[in-house]
């Protein structure tokens, strides 16, 4: 029998439930199909290196998702989620053990740049001076459907046009050239770097430099905050919110192809040969190459539009280690002890040579690692006394892992860790390895453990991402839309790309909805043909 809902989501990651709960707020009947025995996508807990250890299995800290609108919109702390913090933000420990460390104290920040350069406490407080004067209007212009005209004229009105301009360029910054331009030493500007470096950009990249802004000013604003009890409680708190009002998730069912009929999205077919109904509409939480190759098929796209899907670029690899540890890291650096979040160890050279072994495809000699003390920021990851830890680098796509090198890797990371924690290797109990394979078989979405759903440069953002067109969510296939990470604003846990799917939706169903599919449908001809 054939089942019938105004939408079907396709994925139960974190942008999928999103998308779900904004459909189902306004009353919309929502079924969610998830391939996974689970949902969460890269927002799950697991005990996967000894038991009362809990790691997550790929996203952990959440600034964005801390600051974002769409998901303070949703009130999941009514569902449960608490956020816990850290003693510091984050250290970022260079090789010869000096250290920088962000603090939501902005005194404590203003002091560790100071350290590297006087003159650096005023500019760190003027950046962030900065930063709140402009942060509602600036999340909301990044964070809700492009273009976003309503909050972008109010950022302009509050900032004034000349300061709008300077942004716009910022925007364009490489991170090392922001740093110069704002700072004296070299502790602030790694701050900027480091943060950087959480997306597939190098010091150097264009566009690079308003990812460490962002993240470093989120960061002194709101912390790297992590859900009490894993990341998957952020998922329960999605799933239970959704099933409040009336939406289910189903597990262990994965879509085979999105059913389409005179270029509309009729419903979709499930692995099993089962088919779902959509009356308006179809959401994918997938990345885009998944989406038009696989459940949709390019005979159903414009050859323009496939044409472009050809150039779509995937971000790096991913190799991530956990560990448990029979106690906290003895961390040279008395910052790093009470850091949520450590980078090591390489100075701004050392970050561009990093970069530039993974932009040659070269698996870098000595890898930069984010690492995440988990116990440290939330108790209950493990036991008392001890700590639950995870770092990741990132490696080129297409290598070859086996076993054997990829933990031979692992004792390299291992190594970098070791020479600013003496002891630490003492202190293992048991570790957890995964690859970009093993990423990828635990969430499809993770294409060769890429875990940005595409590159974060300035080619393939706004209206570039996915490909060039009106950066929204609506595709060429009316009532289809895409949800995921490969959408605009991209990756990170802030919900975004699955809001702005539901509410592309929601227009497209509204009383304007004849007039909405027009002027969509016009704009690709335009684009595509």
């Known amino acids: 029998m054939t089942e019938t809902v105004d939408a079907v989501v ?14 189902a707020d306004a009353g919309w009947s929502v079924l969610v199909l998830e391939a996974q025995p689970e949902p969460g996508g890269a927002v799950r807990t697991a005990e996967i290196t000894a038991p009362g250890f809990r790691s997550d299995l790929c996203s952990a800290f959440y600034p964005l998702g801390r ?17 816990k913090h850290a003693p510091l933000v984050l250290a970022h420990v260079l090789a010869d053990d000096r250290c920088v460390a962000l603090s939501q104290n902005i005194d404590e920040t203003a002091a560790s740049v100071a350290s590297f350069a006087p003159k650096d406490a005023g500019a760190w407080r003027d950046a962030f001076d900065q930063w709140l ?35 716009v360029r910022m925007v364009t910054l490489p991170v090392r050239r922001l740093g110069e331009e704002l700072f004296d030493g070299e502790g602030a500007k790694l701050l900027f770097a480091g943060n950087a470096l959480h997306t597939d950009l190098g010091p150097d990249n264009a566009g690079s430099g308003v990812f460490g802004w962002l993240l470093a000013m989120a960061g002194q604003d709101v912390g790297f905050p992590v859900p009490e009890g894993g990341a998957e409680r952020l998922i329960t708190a999605l799933v239970r919110r959704l099933a409040d009002r009336g939406g289910r998730v189903e597990c262990n069912r994965a879509v085979r192809d999105v059913l389409i009929a005179g270029n509309r999205a009729m419903g979709v077919r499930d692995e099993h040969g089962e088919l779902v109904r959509a009356r308006r509409a179809v959401l994918a939480d997938v990345p885009a190459p998944t989406l038009y190759r696989e459940l949709v098929g390019e005979e159903h796209l414009p050859s323009r539009f496939v044409a472009d899907l050809e150039r779509f670029q995937w971000d790096n690899a991913t190799i991530k280690v956990d560990w448990a540890l029979s106690g906290r890291i003895p961390w040279t650096a008395p910052e790093a002890r009470r850091s949520g979040v450590v980078h090591l160890d390489a100075d701004l050279d050392g970050l561009t040579g990093y970069a530039a072994d993974l932009a040659c495809g070269r698996v870098p000699g000595r890898p930069f690692l984010l690492l995440g003390q988990m116990t440290t920021a939330d108790p209950s990851r493990s036991p008392a006394g001890t700590e639950s830890v995870w770092a990741y680098t990132h490696v080129p796509r297409g290598e070859r892992w086996d076993r054997g090198r990829l933990e031979a890797y692992a004792d390299r990371m291992q190594d970098t860790i070791e020479r600013r924690a003496p002891g630490f290797t003492g202190l293992v109990r048991a570790r957890c390895v995964q690859g970009p394979g093993e990423l990828q078989e635990h969430n499809q979405s993770l294409v060769e453990g890429a875990i940005n759903a595409g590159t974060a440069a300035i080619h393939q953002q706004f209206v570039f991402r996915p490909v060039p067109g009106l950066s929204r969510a609506d595709t060429p296939v009316d009532r289809l839309y895409l949800a995921g990470a490969s959408a605009h604003p991209g990756g990170a846990v802030h919900g975004a790309p699955g809001a702005n799917a539901a509410r592309a939706a929601l227009a497209r169903n509204g009383m304007a909805g004849g007039l909405y599919r027009a002027t969509i449908q016009a704009a690709h001809r335009v684009i595509y043909s």
Not at 10 to 23: E, P
Not at 145 to 165: D, H, K, M, Q, T
């Open 133 to 167: 004067r402009i942060r509602h209007d600036l999340l909301d212009s990044v964070l809700r459907p492009f273009p976003p005209v309503r909050s972008a004229s109010n950022l302009v009105r509050r900032i004034g046009v000349a300061e709008a301009y300077r942004l």
């Open 10 to 23: 396709v994925g139960a990651g974190q942008n999928g439930l999103v998308a779900a709960n904004v459909l």
């Open 67 to 83: 600051a974002s609108p769409v998901l303070q919109d949703l009130g999941l702390d009514a569902y449960g989620l608490v956020w």
